[in-house]
C-alpha cells in the first residue's frame, strides 16, 4: 500500500502513520519497496503468521463449526480424512434432533458412493482416488464420477448424494482448505432426506465450511 492509503485505512495523518512504520520497519513487521516507495508486510509479520498457521488443525475447526451445526439441526455431523482406505470419519457427533445414524467414528466411507468421497475425489489426484478405491470391498463400489460432475462439485465446494443403503437418508459434505489451497478435511452431515429444509440444510453446511477454511488460513 501506499503511504496515503496506510494513513487512509488507519485513520491517521500521513505523517502519524509514515512515524509508525518507519518504528515497524525497523522491528521487522513492515518493509518499503526501495522502487515504488509502497508498503507490505515484512519478515518478522510473516514469521508470526506462518507459525500461526502452522500451529491451527483443520480438523479441530471443523470438527467445533460441525458440533455447533448438530446441535441446531435434525442431522449427525462430522469430520473426516483421507486415508490410503479412503474417507474416514475422525469426529461425528450426533444431533438430539435425529436419532438415526448409518455410521459412527472411524468408519471408512465409500469414495464413489458418498457425498464425502465425492469431494474428496474433486480435489485429489485421481491416483490417490483409484489406490482407495481398489482396496474397499465390492459392495462400496458404485459408479464412478464422471468429469463433469467432478468438475460441478469443484467449483461449488460440496456435494451431496442419497445414501444407496438407506433410501429415507441423505449424505452432504463440503471442503475445508489449507493455507496452501489444498484440501485438508471434509465435514459431512446425514439427515432424512427432506426436500422442504434440504437447500437450507445444505446452505448452512457449506457456510460452516467456508468459515472453518478460512480460520485455516484458506479460501471459501
Known amino acids: 500500500m501506499a503511504l496515503s492509503e496506510v494513513a487512509k485505512e488507519t485513520r491517521t495523518g500521513a505523517s502519524t502513520a509514515h512515524r509508525y512504520l518507519r518504528s515497524l520497519i525497523a522491528e521487522g513487521f513492515a518493509a518499503q519497496d526501495p522502487a515504488s516507495g509502497r508498503y507490505d508486510l515484512g519478515p518478522a509479520a510473516l514469521g508470526i503468521g506462518m507459525g500461526a498457521l502452522r500451529r491451527i488443525e483443520p480438523v479441530e475447526v471443523a470438527a467445533r463449526?460441525?458440533?455447533?451445526?448438530?446441535?441446531?439441526?435434525?442431522?449427525?455431523?462430522?469430520?473426516?480424512?483421507?486415508t490410503e482406505r479412503g474417507p474416514t470419519l475422525v469426529r461425528w457427533y450426533r444431533s438430539a434432533y435425529f436419532s438415526i445414524s448409518t455410521v459412527m467414528l472411524g468408519d471408512v466411507l465409500p469414495v464413489d458412493n458418498s457425498a464425502c468421497g465425492l469431494v474428496f475425489q474433486a480435489f485429489m489426484t485421481p491416483k490417490m482416488v483409484d489406490a482407495a478405491r481398489q482396496q474397499q470391498p465390492a459392495n462400496f463400489r458404485g459408479t464412478q464420477p464422471d468429469a463433469a460432475r467432478l468438475s460441478f462439485i469443484r467449483q461449488a465446494g460440496a456435494a451431496e448424494l442419497n445414501e444407496h443403503l438407506f433410501s429415507s437418508l441423505t449424505g452432504k459434505a463440503a471442503a475445508i482448505f489449507d493455507a496452501q489451497g489444498e484440501i485438508a478435511c471434509v465435514v459431512t452431515t446425514v439427515s432424512l432426506i427432506d426436500a422442504a429444509r434440504s437447500e437450507e440444510h445444505f446452505s448452512l453446511l457449506v457456510e460452516a465450511a467456508n468459515a472453518a477454511s478460512k480460520e485455516c488460513g484458506g479460501t471459501a
Open 65 to 82: 463449526h460441525m458440533k455447533k451445526l448438530a446441535g441446531s439441526l435434525a442431522a449427525s455431523a462430522g469430520v473426516a480424512i483421507w
